[in-house]
Protein backbone atom coordinates (compact mmCIF):
# COMPACT_ATOMS: atom_id res chain seq x y z
CA UNK A 1 0.00 0.00 0.00
CA UNK A 2 0.86 3.54 -0.96
CA UNK A 3 0.03 4.72 2.42
CA UNK A 4 -2.96 6.96 1.17
CA UNK A 5 -6.62 6.91 3.10
CA UNK A 6 -9.62 8.74 2.44
CA UNK A 7 -12.53 9.46 4.13
CA UNK A 8 -15.44 9.10 4.47
CA UNK A 9 -15.23 5.97 2.08
CA UNK A 10 -19.33 6.53 0.84
CA UNK A 11 -20.86 9.39 1.46
CA UNK A 12 -24.91 10.59 0.76
CA UNK A 13 -25.62 14.43 1.20
CA UNK A 14 -28.50 16.56 -0.39
CA UNK A 15 -28.23 19.28 -2.74
CA UNK A 16 -26.63 22.66 -1.93
CA UNK A 17 -24.44 21.13 0.82
CA UNK A 18 -21.17 21.29 1.52
CA UNK A 19 -18.96 18.58 1.74
CA UNK A 20 -15.79 17.56 2.37
CA UNK A 21 -13.56 14.99 1.69
CA UNK A 22 -10.23 14.11 3.15
CA UNK A 23 -7.00 12.39 2.07
CA UNK A 24 -3.98 11.32 4.41
CA UNK A 25 -0.49 9.94 3.50
CA UNK A 26 2.08 8.72 5.61
CA UNK A 27 4.97 9.15 2.31
CA UNK A 28 5.61 12.89 3.25
CA UNK A 29 5.48 13.21 -0.54
CA UNK A 30 5.65 16.90 -2.32
CA UNK A 31 2.38 16.12 -4.56
CA UNK A 32 -0.89 15.54 -4.15
CA UNK A 33 -4.20 15.10 -6.34
CA UNK A 34 -7.70 14.64 -6.22
CA UNK A 35 -9.65 13.25 -9.35
CA UNK A 36 -13.02 12.31 -10.23
CA UNK A 37 -13.65 8.92 -12.43
CA UNK A 38 -17.02 8.80 -13.81
CA UNK A 39 -18.73 6.40 -16.57
CA UNK A 40 -17.24 7.75 -20.01
CA UNK A 41 -14.67 10.47 -18.54
CA UNK A 42 -11.88 7.90 -16.86
CA UNK A 43 -10.23 9.88 -14.39
CA UNK A 44 -10.05 13.29 -14.59
CA UNK A 45 -8.05 15.97 -12.67
CA UNK A 46 -9.58 18.39 -10.49
CA UNK A 47 -6.90 20.18 -8.35
CA UNK A 48 -3.48 19.37 -7.15
CA UNK A 49 -0.84 20.53 -4.67
CA UNK A 50 2.80 20.63 -5.24
CA UNK A 51 3.27 21.85 -1.14
CA UNK A 52 1.90 23.11 1.58
CA UNK A 53 -0.48 25.61 0.81
CA UNK A 54 0.46 25.17 -3.06
CA UNK A 55 -2.26 24.86 -5.35
CA UNK A 56 -3.61 24.54 -8.66
CA UNK A 57 -6.38 23.73 -10.71
CA UNK A 58 -6.91 20.61 -12.93
CA UNK A 59 -9.60 20.14 -15.62
CA UNK A 60 -12.92 20.06 -14.12
CA UNK A 61 -12.22 22.49 -10.78
CA UNK A 62 -15.72 23.93 -11.07
CA UNK A 63 -17.35 23.93 -8.12
CA UNK A 64 -14.65 22.14 -6.01
CA UNK A 65 -11.75 24.26 -3.89
CA UNK A 66 -9.01 22.65 -2.00
CA UNK A 67 -6.62 23.15 0.58
CA UNK A 68 -3.47 21.84 2.52
CA UNK A 69 -2.02 23.21 5.38
CA UNK A 70 0.46 20.15 6.13
CA UNK A 71 2.64 17.84 3.82
CA UNK A 72 0.15 15.15 4.87
CA UNK A 73 -3.23 16.22 4.49
CA UNK A 74 -5.19 17.48 1.25
CA UNK A 75 -8.59 18.35 1.29
CA UNK A 76 -11.34 18.52 -1.38
CA UNK A 77 -14.49 20.86 -0.61
CA UNK A 78 -17.61 21.24 -2.59
CA UNK A 79 -19.24 24.24 -1.51
CA UNK A 80 -22.69 23.57 -2.28
CA UNK A 81 -23.10 20.02 -4.08
CA UNK A 82 -24.89 19.36 -7.19
CA UNK A 83 -26.15 16.19 -8.66
CA UNK A 84 -23.92 16.51 -11.10
CA UNK A 85 -20.86 16.14 -8.57
CA UNK A 86 -22.12 12.74 -8.02
CA UNK A 87 -18.50 10.23 -8.48
CA UNK A 88 -15.74 8.42 -7.06
CA UNK A 89 -13.34 10.56 -5.70
CA UNK A 90 -9.27 9.59 -5.95
CA UNK A 91 -6.81 10.92 -3.60
CA UNK A 92 -3.62 9.84 -5.34
CA UNK A 93 0.05 11.27 -4.45
CA UNK A 94 3.57 12.05 -6.12
CA UNK A 95 6.91 12.10 -4.89
CA UNK A 96 8.12 15.15 -7.52
CA UNK A 97 10.98 13.14 -8.38
CA UNK A 98 10.61 13.67 -12.07
CA UNK A 99 8.87 10.25 -12.65
CA UNK A 100 5.45 11.20 -12.98
CA UNK A 101 4.08 8.19 -10.81
CA UNK A 102 1.10 8.33 -9.08
CA UNK A 103 -0.12 6.50 -6.44
CA UNK A 104 -3.78 6.42 -5.44
CA UNK A 105 -6.10 5.92 -2.79
CA UNK A 106 -9.10 3.37 -1.85
CA UNK A 107 -11.43 6.56 -3.30
CA UNK A 108 -14.52 7.90 -1.54
CA UNK A 109 -17.85 7.18 -3.24
CA UNK A 110 -19.93 10.32 -2.85
CA UNK A 111 -24.02 10.27 -4.00
CA UNK A 112 -25.64 13.99 -4.11
CA UNK A 113 -29.01 13.75 -4.23
CA UNK B 1 -9.98 15.20 -29.20
CA UNK B 2 -8.74 13.30 -26.52
CA UNK B 3 -4.69 13.39 -25.56
CA UNK B 4 -4.91 9.47 -24.44
CA UNK B 5 -7.63 7.52 -26.60
CA UNK B 6 -8.19 4.31 -25.71
CA UNK B 7 -10.82 1.50 -26.36
CA UNK B 8 -13.65 1.16 -23.70
CA UNK B 9 -14.17 -2.35 -24.36
CA UNK B 10 -15.24 -4.93 -22.81
CA UNK B 11 -12.99 -7.33 -23.97
CA UNK B 12 -13.63 -10.97 -22.86
CA UNK B 13 -11.06 -13.66 -23.23
CA UNK B 14 -10.59 -17.62 -22.23
CA UNK B 15 -8.37 -18.23 -19.08
CA UNK B 16 -4.68 -18.76 -20.95
CA UNK B 17 -4.88 -16.32 -23.89
CA UNK B 18 -3.10 -13.51 -24.69
CA UNK B 19 -4.46 -10.16 -24.35
CA UNK B 20 -3.32 -7.25 -25.93
CA UNK B 21 -4.86 -3.59 -24.77
CA UNK B 22 -4.29 -0.22 -26.54
CA UNK B 23 -4.23 3.09 -25.95
CA UNK B 24 -3.01 6.10 -28.43
CA UNK B 25 -2.17 9.68 -27.44
CA UNK B 26 -1.33 12.82 -29.24
CA UNK B 27 0.74 15.13 -26.94
CA UNK B 28 4.33 14.62 -28.39
CA UNK B 29 5.71 16.01 -24.68
CA UNK B 30 4.69 12.81 -23.00
CA UNK B 31 8.05 11.09 -21.17
CA UNK B 32 6.69 8.32 -19.17
CA UNK B 33 4.09 5.84 -19.66
CA UNK B 34 2.27 4.02 -17.20
CA UNK B 35 -0.78 1.20 -17.15
CA UNK B 36 -2.72 0.97 -13.78
CA UNK B 37 -4.88 -1.54 -13.38
CA UNK B 38 -8.52 -1.37 -11.05
CA UNK B 39 -10.13 -3.71 -9.90
CA UNK B 40 -14.12 -3.00 -8.81
CA UNK B 41 -14.59 -0.83 -6.70
CA UNK B 42 -10.97 -0.36 -5.99
CA UNK B 43 -8.13 2.45 -6.38
CA UNK B 44 -6.30 1.83 -9.68
CA UNK B 45 -2.68 0.37 -8.49
CA UNK B 46 0.26 1.00 -10.94
CA UNK B 47 0.66 -2.22 -12.58
CA UNK B 48 3.94 -1.08 -15.87
CA UNK B 49 5.83 2.00 -15.79
CA UNK B 50 8.23 2.54 -19.09
CA UNK B 51 10.21 5.56 -20.09
CA UNK B 52 10.47 7.00 -23.67
CA UNK B 53 10.07 4.13 -26.19
CA UNK B 54 11.11 0.56 -25.81
CA UNK B 55 9.66 -2.26 -24.10
CA UNK B 56 9.38 -3.61 -20.30
CA UNK B 57 8.81 -7.12 -19.40
CA UNK B 58 7.09 -8.01 -15.67
CA UNK B 59 6.40 -11.33 -15.16
CA UNK B 60 3.10 -11.97 -17.41
CA UNK B 61 2.84 -8.48 -18.25
CA UNK B 62 5.05 -6.24 -21.11
CA UNK B 63 4.60 -2.71 -21.62
CA UNK B 64 5.25 -1.74 -25.09
CA UNK B 65 5.79 2.00 -26.25
CA UNK B 66 6.09 3.45 -29.65
CA UNK B 67 6.86 6.93 -29.56
CA UNK B 68 6.67 7.52 -33.51
CA UNK B 69 3.27 6.26 -34.33
CA UNK B 70 2.10 7.48 -30.43
CA UNK B 71 0.94 3.98 -29.81
CA UNK B 72 1.15 2.35 -26.63
CA UNK B 73 0.47 -1.32 -25.60
CA UNK B 74 0.05 -3.84 -22.61
CA UNK B 75 0.18 -7.36 -22.92
CA UNK B 76 -0.89 -10.13 -21.09
CA UNK B 77 0.78 -13.45 -21.53
CA UNK B 78 -1.36 -16.52 -19.96
CA UNK B 79 -4.15 -14.41 -19.07
CA UNK B 80 -6.05 -15.62 -15.24
CA UNK B 81 -9.89 -14.89 -14.15
CA UNK B 82 -7.47 -12.66 -11.76
CA UNK B 83 -6.30 -10.59 -14.39
CA UNK B 84 -10.14 -9.21 -15.14
CA UNK B 85 -10.65 -5.74 -14.22
CA UNK B 86 -10.37 -2.06 -15.54
CA UNK B 87 -6.66 -1.14 -17.28
CA UNK B 88 -5.81 2.35 -17.48
CA UNK B 89 -3.43 3.66 -19.79
CA UNK B 90 -1.75 7.08 -18.73
CA UNK B 91 0.59 9.57 -20.06
CA UNK B 92 3.22 12.15 -18.74
CA UNK B 93 5.97 14.51 -19.22
CA UNK B 94 7.72 15.96 -16.56
CA UNK B 95 4.76 18.18 -15.62
CA UNK B 96 3.87 16.03 -12.71
CA UNK B 97 0.54 14.95 -13.87
CA UNK B 98 -0.59 12.45 -15.73
CA UNK B 99 -3.39 12.12 -18.75
CA UNK B 100 -5.32 8.98 -18.51
CA UNK B 101 -7.18 7.14 -21.11
CA UNK B 102 -11.04 6.09 -20.37
CA UNK B 103 -9.63 2.27 -19.39
CA UNK B 104 -10.23 -0.59 -20.83
CA UNK B 105 -12.63 -3.34 -19.11
CA UNK B 106 -11.03 -7.01 -19.28
CA UNK B 107 -12.70 -10.25 -18.56
CA UNK B 108 -10.95 -13.03 -18.63
CA UNK B 109 -13.26 -16.12 -18.57
CA UNK B 110 -12.20 -19.52 -16.45
Known amino acids: DAGITQSPRHKVTETGTPVTLRCHQTENHRYMYWYRQDPGHGLRLIHY???????DKGEVSDGYSVSRSKTEDFLLTLESATSSQTSVYFC????????????FGPGTRLTVL | QKEVEQDPGPLSVPEGAIVSLNCTYSNSAFQYFMWYRQYSRKGPELLMY????GNKEDGRFTAQVDKSSKYISLFIRDSQPSDSATYLCAGGGATNKLIFGTGTLLAVQP
Open chain 1, 49 to 55: SYGVKDT
Open chain 2, 50 to 53: TYSS
Open chain 1, 92 to 103: AINSGTGTDTQY
